[in-house]
């Protein structure tokens, strides 16, 4: 049973029985709003939900907040957990900040805490490597974690303007709601540090990430990468250097027979490798909005079903 | 501590208060065998082992039995569970017959009972699809799975011919102790039931999978997959048809630029399809026998944190 929906600026419902779900989404597309016409429609925020309303799972979807430090997200997420309740989001920011304090949270108050959309949109990235590999240790993670960026890449490789690819990466719902996110890297510096404290366990927040923007790349470098044997690939990565670990988000060339330079359209690709074992790669093929939703659907089947 | 090493022809080790390890295993590789000089050398069986010893965890390490459906691993798997013994088993031929009941048998026994190495040597495959993504639904599954094969198939593509790519293979230890297993399929049918058996939970064996030789392969086909825009791979596939599953291990074209025609060398890959989300792929470079070591070190580990 759904008890609420709250949005940023677009209206919320909530009712303590249940809302009329279906209505109100028919509402909310038909006014791109929830209105006070709904009879579900509520005058208080997220943050007074959070704190007040009596729910089992609170469902975090807001979008990427890189300068507020994934604030209010973040915020809402300790409420919660606070209180008990089981946290799913998908959203990366509080985890690409705060993974660890949320887990530990998470653990103290005996709850619940998935995030399986955060990275490559509900593909199982993250307890395969959290829990089935204890024999061995993760020294680098690598991957085409950002959809938007290479299936800009791709689209220009097939002789499209970057205004056009950006267009279309829009209209099929796959780029961020801020592009830049996507294209200065912000996106995928996010994504490695989610990936870096959930599998590597180290403290790293997206402005220790080395970022290069998709926009200053130069032609001349990508021209050369279409001679056929190498192709230009926005790459996130981090790797173990002692202690510490190094993470970069760069526009990088790669050999054109390998696994990476394979990733076309909006697809992804990750790739882990250990001190023990052959490289692993995960990759999901043109994912869609869908994958998203069910990646927050498995998340929430999760915890019920725990 | 390990109490005790038991092979089928080469002797066996066993000591209750713990074997000395290395001196046995470096006598074990001077003589390929245990011998009678060793101080803990022991003249029982396995299965006599199995039975009677105090142990906390069998490790089955034997090999493929196709004819026997499995025997003798598969009983003295059974033994274990229902002496409440944790089991761990890189031996395919117990699941791909009987898993259903010897996960039962775990549960009902409440001990451990962990494969990793049985598909993709180590490769995390089957808890993230059995346990993240329960909100779809696996509808088909496919693969290269079985690394002998895909090496052949890639040194003719060098050049090689069929004898000197089976003899490397050999030699660099990963082809099955029967190249018949490999060539003939068995190996690959033996995978593909484990996989149905485990994430879509299908009651099939390797004798119900349609199974092609790669013996059988024609080298008309063969040359026209050589003209650059195919490549032919020998694939692992089962596909939900009604309320049954339909498996089989086939010689097939896929297109030259596909991921499948990716995997390069004793690589492996696993595609998996589902009622929702995009296709999610899993892939495995160049692994040796490490691995296969590996996915047994992180079942031990499992077992023990668990």
Known sequence: MFIGIFTKSRGSVANPDGINLLPDLRSF???NAFSVDDSDYVDY????AVKNLDFDILVELSTLNISERAEPAVSFIRTALRRQKDVVTANKGPLAFFYQELRDLARSYHCQFRFQSTVMDGVPVFSPFMSDIPGCRIV???????????FILDALDRGQSMEQA????????FAEADPAHDIDGWDGAAKICVLVRTLMDADINPFDVERESLSAVDLTDYQRSLSGSQKLKYICRAERQGDSIKAQVLPELVPAGSLFAGIKDNGNILKIETDGMAPIYVVQEAPTLYDTAFGVLNDIVAVIKK
């Open 140 to 150: 680098s993670i690598s991957g085409i974690l950002n959809s938007t960026t290479n």
């Open 29 to 31: 597309r038909t006014n």
């Open 45 to 48: 925020t997220a943050e007074d």
């Open 166 to 173: 950006i267009e279309t990466a829009q209209r099929r719902g």
